[in-house]
């Protein structure tokens, strides 16, 4: 969802209109640029067992039922293929849902139809949709922390890098089916559902991939084009690549829909046009 080509008066209040859907250009891995599939096998086996990362409930104590199970290859990894598991309990689930609905309904939200809503956003929001984002990440964080404890053990246990340790994200979020939850306030699914539910599309997923990488302590914000209709992730690591520079400071370019697509890489077209900014979020722990 990209936020708000304009506004109109309403009452005496200010209503914005912003566009609720989220372009998968990678959908095949190199999107419309046929030669950067050169060097990408889409659906690679991994090499060797796949490392089993166990699994993480939300909240601990819920231990009912049967997780939503994760398997995928990171393919400039050696072990490559990984496996983690996923139990977020239905209460939470409810809970994470109220409150991104309690959030719509404090803005205003309104949808029009499948692609486009309406709100009345604060001053906070700053012209894009990072009060939407932080207000999720806030309320999901304690959903994601244990998922990001695997991973930060991973990486400690196997002695990665932080390129390394980023790839192994990176190519878990990639590996999420990618659908629009039209259903969903502003069409974006909060990062736990994002993991228990196994789906998402570029906002969803490049939200969930900000927040586990921000627990690893990986430099990484949210990038967003209008034109394009499209969300990405950027991380402050020397990848070779494209990338994208704020506030003095150099990130490389990552593609959340594509599987396998390498950190650095982005479809050609969508730097033409080229007006991709930075969404400033905040991931702070819910009051």
């Not at 974006?188 to 586990?212: F, I, N, Q, T, Y």
């Not at 990488?213 to 020397?238: G, W």
Request: charged content about 20%.
């Amino acid at each position: 969802m990209r936020s708000l080509p304009f506004a109109l008066p309403l009452l005496a209040s200010v209503l914005s209109v912003a566009v609720a859907s989220c372009c998968c250009p990678c959908k095949d891995g190199c999107g419309c640029d046929p030669s950067a599939c050169d060097n990408i096998d889409l659906d690679p086996a991994p090499s060797g067992p796949r490392i089993d990362l166990g699994v993480s409930s939300h909240p601990a104590t819920h231990t009912a039922g049967n997780p939503t199970v994760h398997e995928w290859t990171a393919q400039r990894l050696n072990p490559s293929g990984y496996r983690i598991g996923y139990r977020l309990s239905p209460t939470e689930a409810a809970d994470i849902r109220k409150a991104l609905n309690d959030f719509a309904r404090s803005v205003g939200y309104r949808p029009m139809n499948d692609d486009t809503f309406m709100w009345s956003p604060g001053p906070e929001c700053q012209g894009d949709m990072r009060c939407v984002f932080e207000n999720m990440a806030a309320r999901g964080r304690p959903g994601v922390l244990p998922i990001a404890e695997r991973f930060r053990q991973r990486a400690t246990e196997s002695g990665m890098t932080v390129l390394q340790a980023t790839e192994l994200i990176v190519a878990f979020v990639q590996d999420i089916r990618y659908e629009i939850p039209k259903a969903e306030p502003f069409g974006v699914l909060p990062p736990a559902l994002v993991m228990s539910e196994s789906r998402g599309d570029c906002d969803s997923k490049a939200l969930l991939g900000l927040m586990l990488l921000r627990e690893l302590n990986v430099s990484s914000i949210l990038i967003s084009s209008e034109a394009h209709h499209h969300t990405m992730l950027a991380v402050a690591l020397p990848a070779s690549g494209r990338s994208f520079t704020y506030a003095g400071q150099r990130y490389a370019f990552v593609e959340c829909t594509a599987k396998g697509s390498p950190i650095g890489h982005i479809n050609p077209e969508l730097l033409s046009p080229n007006d991709w900014r930075a969404v400033p979020v905040r991931v702070m722990a819910a009051p």
